[in-house]
T-cell receptor, first 112, second 115 residues
């Protein structure tokens, strides 16, 4: 059975801190790993990682995938209160329909 | 370009009642999905569709039916609602990318309570 595990489950920091969120996976027919941000409503897409060692970056957020050790990290530098959200990691399997397996999510709270 | 939309946003049902949730996307995506999200359980796939006229079961299909009569719409039906179906329901769609389905884009969700 495919499995995606995120850690920590929750994190409380102050504005300006840097955070690292972890995602490990055991997935058959792995194709890609995705990160989403969820703020009370729909998950919004952040990154899709397919190749090991290539960092994807968007502003203060960056992510990297290690396909040998089966994990990914999401870094957020200089955190702001607007970064407070649930961050979801999901793996995209190689099935014909694009099976997404989600982790439990990391709840990030950024205090002013 | 509205992306993925869902109606209704909220609904309260009594046990045994039926209802249909509508998902619409204007991105011409082939693939559409219905998920439910429960505390501590993450998002779980209910049903999916790889194209107009086709549907298939996901991880937790019991108690739900779906239809995809038009490419842009994906309907989720509850024939006889049960309290265990109280949840937030998300629709998503994705296109074809580099040899397979790409990232999924989600609708705003429908919060359903069954009493």
């Amino acid at each position: 059975e495919d499995k995606v595990v995120q850690s920590p489950l929750s994190l409380v920091v102050h504005e300006g801190d840097t955070v690292t969120l972890n995602c490990s996976y055991e997935v058959t027919n792995f194709r890609s790993l995705l990160w989403y941000k969820q703020e009370k409503k729909a998950p919004t897409f952040l990154f899709m990682l397919t190749s090991s060692g290539i960092e994807k970056k968007s502003g203060r957020l960056s992510s990297i995938l290690d396909k040998k050790e089966l994990f990914s990290i999401l870094n957020i530098t200089a955190t702001q209160t607007g970064d407070s959200a649930v961050y979801l990691c999901a793996t995209l399997g190689g099935t014909s329909y694009g099976k997404l397996t989600f982790g439990q999510g990391t709840i990030l709270t950024v205090h002013p | 370009n509205a992306g993925v939309t869902q109606t209704p946003k909220f609904r309260v049902l009594k046990t045994g009642q039926s209802m249909t949730l509508l998902c619409a996307q204007d991105m011409n995506h082939e693939y559409m999905y219905w998920y439910r999200q429960d505390p501590g359980m993450g998002l779980r796939l209910i049903h999916y569709s790889v194209g107009e006229g086709t549907t298939a079961k996901g991880e937790v299909p019991d108690g739900y039916n779906v239809s995809r009569l038009k490419k842009q719409n994906f309907l989720l039906g509850l024939e006889s609602a049960a309290p265990s179906q109280t949840s937030v329901y998300f629709c998503a769609s994705s296109t074809w990318a580099a040899g397979g389905p790409g990232e999924q884009y989600f609708g705003p969700g429908t919060r359903l309570t069954v009493t």
